[in-house]
């Protein structure tokens, strides 16, 4: 049973940073892209970030390039995504997701997302 469980949302002020975190476990987690979702009220569940397998490769949706990290560290079966210079749109529930296929490019699509982690509220005050 895979299980993927979120950590670090919270309220900040516009203009600050946080650090979301999501540890996967109940299988490899090296060999699998990951990628984080979110969504805010009112509206659907939108793409946000996503890492190869390895690491090297990142994706970003257009509305925090620049602003967003996402990494990971296989060792620890853990990946992050670093929000700096928030704004009150990036208010949303983010959700953590593992790719179903081993060894596949990082998709935006949520359908190539198998597994899903129980999201962490994220909270920008403007």
């Known amino acids: 049973q895979v299980q993927l469980v979120e950590s670090g949302g919270g309220l900040v002020q516009a203009g600050g940073s946080l650090r979301l975190s999501c540890v996967a476990s109940g299988r490899t987690f090296s060999g699998y892209a990951m990628a984080w979702f979110r969504q805010a009220p009112g509206k659907e569940r939108e793409f946000v970030a996503a890492?190869?397998?390895?690491?090297?490769?990142?994706y970003y949706a257009d509305s925090v390039k620049g602003r967003f990290t996402i990494s990971r560290d296989n060792a620890e079966s853990t990946v992050y995504l670093q929000m700096n210079s928030l704004k009150s749109e990036d208010t949303a529930v983010y959700y953590c997701a593992g790719m179903t296929s081993r060894y596949s490019s990082p998709s935006i699509g949520e359908a190539s997302y198998g597994y899903w982690g129980q999201g962490t509220q994220v909270t920008v005050s403007s």
């Open positions: 890492v190869s397998w390895v690491g090297r490769s990142t």
